[in-house]
């Protein structure tokens, strides 16, 4: 196995290399390590994640902090104005000065502003810390801008109302939780700051510190890069500031999950633990079987076939749950619109671009392409168009092999799907947005004519070299949490969790810094808050026996386990999530489009690589008795479908660099 400092060394290089040379290295890089006062902004960053995006919309007004700082009058940024509409300048960076707010818990269980600390409101609570300590519950929050992105930092507050005081005993109990956000977003904003990100309840009542930036939340972008680079700057200034921490747990559902485990294994040593709650191992891998989705519900809502009009029938083909009293499958309710946005320039974030159309030239914004290709191009580059190239690809993918198998599906039907599914349009070649299917930016196949999409390699050399794929090298306790949400069409597919698994047991040949926990959907129960106290214990073990490892410090109840609707412990312990365990018997993990076509579970082949027809027949991949059968005229159809080969998912990825293979 690789190191992990070996993999990360030449991730980074890469991304270096990409940034520098395709796209020019005219930008200003900002030092990490040091702090800055209220009053002042924050480091404006970039430190590795290249370029920085424009036309960019900043938010600091919308979040309560004023209008942006004017760092340029030369056009560059978003335009700022005085209170009587007269332009001031522009705001490349969208800084704001950093200030201090104090809240207080109330007793009627909700925070409040106190403007005047010398003042107790009546309402005041008490909270007792993790270190015994009963203190006034007053909250101090610093908020302010680092690396174009607003951030803030919570804690109890000091007697005197300064961190620096060693004479006075501090709420603090030295452990940092920082929060990351989720949701899907394709770059070009700021975001705005929501306190409700900051002040966690469970745990500043503990004692603990909270960070929090909008560069962590993924509805404001999916570039994990910068998303790393924008918590290494918070946690520099955080540890300049207010000391080192004892340890740092990461928390978030969901892109906030994704941001968690790629942090970890891209930058060793900002996050000590994990706590993904309704995860994904990255995005981009997500994207495969997400791109499918579209593709195969605008085919099966057409067919005369009255087979389809059954949404759990559709399973056979989309491997997502679908649910007939809603009427819909997850493909449709979970993904329709994202796999639009994510892919197609111009179907764009309505709210997003009224703002950018407000304040931003129309050349410019003419010339940017809104995708999450695009929003990456530090990473991909862009062609001479100005697209950059995308990683998904379905050539020599056999939609539905697993449900002809095993009888699911006919041959007929297994023929269909593969003949006429198609793919996507190169961004390039898409024009305008259609919904609900964005029909008229597919490519539909025919018989004799595949019409498949392929995948640009160098693309998908560059996702892995830039760590946006999740491989699996972490060595910090995890704790993957969720509640059960498969059959109510939910985005968070159960699957993902072991898809993070599989990747960890390649990676590492172990999976015991790895814990599921699963609860129904309407378990009542803390889930996630427990789930916290529990990675706590098991890094305090870790901080006071360090030979042990992580494996010989977990906590009892760091264990796999699954709760019931009332809350009640179903099951917990070794192979309670394997084939015919009690949790997996309990909430069983639905499929998706490419594992029902053959890819494992672990789910990271963008292109596969091809194996001749002739050996996947050798191999057994059809059936020989009873009425699917494949006889020669139905092994020359397939040939017709597949004339270059069919995926073969015993091998790696065709774009897997190869110094980053096992």
Not at 190 to 207: P, T
């Amino acid at each position: 196995m690789r190191p992990v400092s070996d993999l990360l060394a030449r991730a980074r290089r890469a991304l270096i290399l990409v940034a520098l040379v395709f796209l020019g290295a005219g930008f200003v890089a900002a030092q990490s390590g040091s702090t800055f006062g209220v009053g002042e902004p924050g480091p404006a960053g970039p430190i590795f994640s290249g370029p920085q995006q424009q036309p960019f919309l900043c938010e600091t007004e919308e979040s309560g902090l004023g209008p942006p700082l004017v760092d340029n009058l030369a056009g560059i940024g978003m335009p700022v104005f005085d209170s009587e509409g007269n332009l001031l300048g522009y705001s490349q960076y969208c800084s704001a000065p950093m200030q201090i707010r104090y809240y207080y818990r109330s007793t009627d269980s909700s925070f409040k502003p106190l403007d005047d600390r010398a003042v107790r409101p009546p309402d005041l609570a008490q909270t007792t810390t993790s270190d015994g300590l009963t203190v006034d519950y007053i909250v101090r929050v610093e908020l302010g801008t680092i690396n174009r992105f607003i951030y803030g930092i919570a804690m109890l507050a000091p007697y005197d109302g300064t961190p620096h005081n060693p004479n006075l005993p501090r709420p603090w109990n030295g452990k940092l939780l920082y929060y990351f956000g989720g949701g899907v977003g394709i770059g070009n904003r700021q975001g705005r700051f929501n306190l409700d990100n900051l002040l966690l309840h469970e745990a500043l009542s503990q004692g603990w510190a909270v960070a929090h930036s909008t560069g962590n939340v993924t509805s404001n972008h999916y570039n994990l890069v910068l998303a790393e680079e924008t918590m290494m700057m918070v946690k520099d200034h955080f540890i300049a500031r207010y000391g080192r921490p004892r340890y740092t747990v990461g928390l978030g559902a969901s892109g906030g999950a994704i941001q968690q485990y790629i942090i970890a294994q891209n930058h060793p040593g900002l996050l000590d633990g994990l706590v993904p709650i309704s995860s994904y191992p990255d995005m981009i891998t997500q994207s495969i079987y997400v791109g499918d989705c579209e593709l195969m519900e605008y085919l099966l809502d057409h067919s005369d076939d009255p087979r389809w009009r059954s949404m759990v029938e559709r399973e056979v083909f989309e491997g997502l749950a679908g649910n007939e009293e809603m009427g819909a499958t997850a493909c449709a309710v979970a993904w329709r619109g994202l796999t639009q946005l994510a892919m197609n320039p111009y179907f764009q974030k309505p709210d997003l671009m009224a703002r950018l159309q407000e304040l931003f030239p129309a050349e410019l914004l003419a010339t940017t392409r809104f995708t999450h290709w695009n929003d990456l191009r530090n990473i991909y580059g862009v062609d001479e168009n100005g697209f950059a190239p995308t990683t998904w690809d379905n050539v020599g993918v056999q939609y539905g092999l697993k449900s002809l198998q095993e009888g699911r599906i006919s041959k007929e039907e297994f023929f269909w799907m593969n003949e006429v599914i198609g793919g996507w349009k190169r961004a390039q070649e898409m024009a305008g947005v259609s919904f609900p299917y964005d029909v008229e930016n597919q490519r539909r196949g025919e018989p004799g004519r595949p019409n498949r999409t392929e995948g640009n390699l160098e693309a998908i050399r560059r996702a892995y070299l830039s760590g946006h794929v999740f491989m699996g090298h972490v060595d910090v306790p995890i704790l993957d949490t969720r509640h059960y949400l498969d059959p109510v069409l939910d985005m968070h597919h159960f699957l993902q969790s072991f898809a993070a698994r599989a990747r960890i047991k390649a990676a590492r040949g172990s999976t015991e810094n790895h814990v599921i926990w699963v609860a129904h959907r309407e378990s009542p129960f803390p889930l996630y808050w427990m789930a916290v106290q529990v990675m706590d214990q098991w890094l305090e073990n870790l901080e006071r026996h360090p030979e042990r490892g992580v494996a010989g410090n977990r906590p009892p109840a760091a264990i796999d386990s699954c709760w019931d609707a009332g809350g009640n412990l179903i099951a917990s312990g070794n192979g309670v999530w394997d084939e015919g365990g009690a949790c997996r018997e309990a909430f069983p993990p639905y499929e998706n489009s490419r594992t029902l076509a053959g890819m494992p579970v672990a789910g990271n082949v963008f292109k596969c690589q091809l194996m001749p027809l002739e050996e996947a027949v050798e191999r057994g991949y059809y059936p020989t008795e009873g009425p699917n059968a494949f006889g020669p005229e139905d092994i020359e159809r397939l040939r017709a479908i597949f004339p270059d080969g069919v995926c073969d998912y015993t091998l790696p990825d065709a774009g897997l660099p190869p110094e980053l293979a096992r």
